[in-house]
């Protein structure tokens, strides 16, 4: 049975542009519309863990993760003590969604779909359309800030992961030897930065990072690359009653996990036969949605939770000092953790 019902996807992120991938793979027509336009930076761990060859296969997108670094090996600090080593159970992906965004937004074109750059649509319920327009505005204790080192930055590990008083940062390299530098911080607004790198290094200094300041005041940054972000919750995003929604847009899973961008794609991965299967008529759109969302609560519920409550013990000093005392003496299970949150 031909194709006769368009999708129209809202937000060409890494969600919505892995979906239309799919779709066109299936030769759905797709339309896609994106607020911002390509190339751009974005606040994002840029870190792939947990990430299956077989849904990269599946969506028809594994070219676009070409030239991507492998990390297996992490290191903990907290406030630049060192607490603990391990590897992750299988090599995780970094590439920068500079690079990834461009591809994929190439890539979705060269298959047929239609990409409106600087396109901000409404929240709409009608038929035929998914919301992966990221996170949910609303008031969030968090700020996410980002910057691209370039040179002058060595890692002791693949990725190094470092505990502070307001939050956590992360530091893995991704294409062409730069190293992603990210960090989520409680929101503090007595914090200033005349820029996004400045204000990362006021959030480190305030979280007792004093030795990683400065490293960092030693190494080349991009400045093109520095943003921040504010203005959401971790979790399940509040729900639009008739609104199917992926990736961000549905759950933003806590960043310690690198998880984020890996769950981004498996949510795109499970919506499409569904999508097609409405686009060929085969059901409803109210049947469709109901099970893509009640497939992707099932998929993520136990890696929500768990992050969740993890999470929030990350950035509590009090809670820090047992896990670092813990982790000095090799009794946290890391390994459970992480296959809990994959």
Known sequence: ???????TIVGGGLAGLALAAGLRRSLVPVTVHEAGSYPRHRVCGEFLSGLRQETLNNLGIA?????AAYHSSVRWFQKGAGLSDHRLPEPAMALSRYRLDRRLCEHVRELGAVVVEKSRLPRRLEEGTVWAAGRVPRKGEWIGVKCHVTGGLELDSDLEMHLGTNGYMGMAEVEDGRINVCGLFRLDRSLRGNKAGALLLSYLGCGGHASLVERLRHAAVDEESCCAMAGFALGWQRETPGQLAIGDAE????????????MALQSAELAVPLLVDWSRGHVTWENCQSEIREKLRGMFRRRMAVSCAVNPLLVRPVAQKWIG??????????????ELVR
């Not at 070219?63 to 030239?67: E, L, Y």
């Open 63 to 67: 070219s676009c993760f070409d030239g």
């Open 325 to 338: 005392a813990f982790a000095r003496r090799g009794l946290v299970p890391v390994r459970s953790l992480l």
């Open 1 to 7: 049975m031909s194709v006769t019902s368009p999708i």
């Open 251 to 262: 759950a933003m899973i806590a960043p310690f996990t690198g998880n984020g961008m890996t």
